[in-house]
Structure formats: structure tokens, C-alpha cells
């Protein structure tokens, strides 16, 4: 497993790009990686595959408000307490049944996780005799509720979040409380196993080397501008 940058440098080998003045804004690059990571690990975990360690993320502790049960956005149970995130979280390799949140629990570690549900599952939760004060979190609208007849759960102020991400960059706008420090920097350990990049490098190659042979008339002269190998391609924004 690598940083993203090394993924960068090796596209910008196999294209014979040797300096710094890429054609390519980094951040395409970034967008046709996690495109076709998120395509090979869809495709992977759909097998029912225990999903691996590596390729999954942590949001360590996103405070949670209380949230009135009338408001809520499925059917609550009488008598139960339901708390939300203050925050969308980033959007998730969705599989054929499911998201890919895999766990939610408290920011101790150790603690024993909550049980993540669907959400059209919520009204009938805590009928069971072992399961009346269960913990349940489900994920509507890009927000994690937690939700459960146990009162004490409106003690709970922040929760940890762990699943595969869609965009591994996005948690770049969330903290970690116990060390100040941002969730991701491009300098941190790209999710994703060396398997899948033999996997998806080639198809992402055959992109980029399709769209550096479109010619860009920038200058609307109806010329090519880009015949004499300086190609412009418009940087995302």
C-alpha cells in the first residue's frame, strides 16, 4: 500500500511524463482512482467477501445531537431516544443490498459496537427479549443515527464511524479529537491494496492516453493546438 502520490508518479511514468509539468491536474488523477477502486472493490465485496481492514477508514469521533423522534425521518418506537451526526458523512461503495458502513460504536475502541441496521428496520426494534435495550445506528441521507429504547444513549456525544469510502480524500474535512489532526493527508496511506492497483491501472492508463490524444483548440483558431506534444487539458476545478 502506497501514498497517493506514489499512485500519481507511476501515472505519470507510464505516460513518459518526467517532470512536473504534467498535463494532468493531480486531482484527475485522484478522481479516475478512486473511480476504478470503487468499481473493483464494489465488484470484490459483492462476492460476500469478509471486506479487509486495509481499505477501510475511520471517522474516530463525529459529534452527535439529539434529535426530536416526531422529526425524524423513519417511524421511531415509542420510548426510544434517537441521536444523529452533526455532519453528512462522505458517501460510501454502495454494495448490491447495502452501504458500506461497517461499523459504528463509541470512540473507545474497545467498546462494544452498535448494531448497524437499514433503516426500514427501525420501527421494530427492542421488541425482543435480549434485544430491548440493543443500540441500533442506520445511515439515511448521508447522516448516521444512533437510535435505541436505552435512555442512557442521550449521554452519547460523539460516535466513531468506520466503512469504504467512496472518495478516501473526502475525510480530509474531519478531525480526529485525540490527535487535532486532520482524517486524511495526501501524505497518509491510500486505502486500497497493491492487487487492486494491478487491477485498475491499466484501464485508468487507456483513459488518460485517450484524452491526451483530443486536441484542445484553446486559442480558436481551428488548429491543433496540441500537435506538437503541448497538449492543454482543463484542469479540474
Excluded at 448497524?116 to 430491548?132: A, C, F, H, L, N
Aim: proline share 6%; hydrophobic share 35%.
Amino acid at each position: 500500500m502506497l501514498p497517493l502520490v506514489d499512485y500519481h508518479s507511476q501515472l505519470d511514468e507510464a505516460l513518459n511524463i518526467n517532470n512536473s509539468d504534467s498535463v494532468f491536474a493531480t486531482l484527475y488523477y485522484t478522481d479516475l482512482i478512486n473511480e476504478q477502486r470503487a468499481v473493483a472493490l464494489r465488484n470484490e465485496y459483492n462476492k460476500k467477501r469478509v471486506i479487509d481492514p486495509n481499505v477501510q477508514q475511520t471517522i474516530p469521533c463525529e459529534d452527535l445531537e439529539l434529535v426530536d423522534p416526531h422529526n425524524c425521518c423513519v417511524t421511531v418506537p415509542l420510548g426510544c431516544k434517537i441521536l444523529r451526526t452533526k455532519n453528512k458523512i462522505p458517501n460510501t461503495i454502495e454494495f448490491h443490498h447495502e452501504k458500506a458502513i461497517t461499523s459504528v460504536g463509541p470512540v473507545v475502541m474497545t467498546a462494544k459496537r452498535f448494531t448497524v441496521i437499514d433503516y426500514s428496520r427501525v420501527p421494530y426494534i427492542g421488541e425482543g427479549r435480549t434485544t430491548k435495550n440493543a443500540i441500533y445506528a442506520f445511515l439515511y441521507d448521508n447522516y448516521v443515527y444512533v437510535i435505541s429504547k436505552d435512555t442512557s444513549i442521550s449521554i452519547l456525544k460523539a460516535v466513531a464511524i468506520r466503512g469504504v469510502f467512496e472518495d478516501p480524500t473526502s475525510l480530509s474535512t474531519f478531525i480526529n479529537c485525540a490527535t487535532g489532526h486532520t482524517c486524511w493527508t495526501p501524505d497518509d496511506i491510500y486505502p486500497m491494496n497493491l492487487w487492486t492497483w494491478a487491477y485498475i491501472k491499466e484501464p485508468i492508463v487507456q483513459q488518460l492516453l485517450r484524452k491526451r490524444q483530443i486536441p484542445i483548440d484553446d486559442d480558436n483558431n481551428a488548429n491543433d493546438d496540441g500537435a506538437d506534444g503541448n497538449i492543454s487539458v482543463p484542469q479540474q476545478k
